[in-house]
T-cell receptor, first 113, second 112 residues
Framework: NAGVTQTPKFQVLKTGQSMTLQCAQD?????MSWYRQDPGMGLRLIHY???????DQGEVPNGYNVSRSTTEDFPLRLLSAAPSQTSVYFC????????????FGSGTRLTVV | KQEVTQIPAALSVPEGENLVLNCSFT??????LQWFRQDPGKGLTSLLL?????REQTSGRLNASLDKSSGRSTLYIAASQPGDSATYLC???????????FGTGTSLTVIP
């Protein structure tokens, strides 16, 4: 089925470790984004991309890096994991046409100990 | 910055009841508004997308309305079922910029 695929679904990291959360979509969506979801705080935008080679920061970008080398993939890198980055991470995509809505992946639950 | 509020945070109703979920936003300059459903431990599933030029959208037992001038949207669920139990989130897309702004959701429990 077409959609947004995130891997892994669960991950436990030690403080200071690095890792990459993967996101891929097969809908040829130009716009892709990463959100984190924390209890009582809703979803907050980390980084987004409006097309291959173009990325920009969202509301909470510190501690995360992104790149967009292809239309399909938008990985999120944690450079040096901290307990404050314990969260559920969602990747979402959309057509560039602003009249379209978001399609979300199933999420990655990350725990940093 | 756009602020999106959903009240109440939690709602419990008996099966078969019609119910309304509320979403309010502070800046009326929105392009569209999207309602999502989130089951525990799962991702967000899109329910309805309503454009700023529209007053309402319907899908099955769901009806979403939008009043931009008052900064409000409602999601009406008819004849609620236990399978409707989930968290419902609304998100607004501003007229400018690329970010959707999310509410914190309403957790709905439908009691059999």
């Amino acid at each position: 089925n077409a959609g947004v695929t995130q891997t892994p679904k669960f991950q436990v990291l030690k403080t200071g470790q690095s890792m990459t959360l993967q996101c891929a979509q097969d809908m040829n969506h130009e716009y892709m984004s990463w959100y984190r979801q924390d209890p009582g705080m809703g979803l907050r935008l980390i980084h987004y991309s409006v097309g291959a080679g173009i990325t920009d920061q969202g509301e909470v970008p510190n501690g995360y890096n992104v790149s967009r080398s292809t239309t399909e993939d938008f990985p999120l890198r944690l450079l040096s994991a901290a307990p404050s980055q314990t969260s559920v991470y969602f990747c979402a995509s959309s057509r560039k046409d602003r009249g379209h809505g978001y399609t979300f992946g199933s999420g990655t639950r990350l725990t940093v100990v | 910055k756009q602020e999106v509020t959903q009240i109440p945070a939690a709602l419990s109703v008996p099966e078969g009841e019609n119910l309304v979920l509320n979403c309010s936003f502070t800046d009326s300059a929105i392009y569209n508004l999207q309602w999502f459903r989130q089951d525990p431990g799962k991702g967000l599933t899109s329910l309805l997308l309503i454009q700023s030029s529209q007053r309402e959208q319907t899908s099955g037992r769901l009806n979403a309305s939008l009043d931009k001038s008052s900064g409000r949207s409602t999601l009406y669920i008819a004849a609620s079922q236990p399978g409707d139990s989930a968290t419902y989130l609304c998100a607004v897309r501003p007229w400018t910029g690329n970010q959707f702004y999310f509410g914190t959701g309403t957790s709905l429990t439908v009691i059999p």
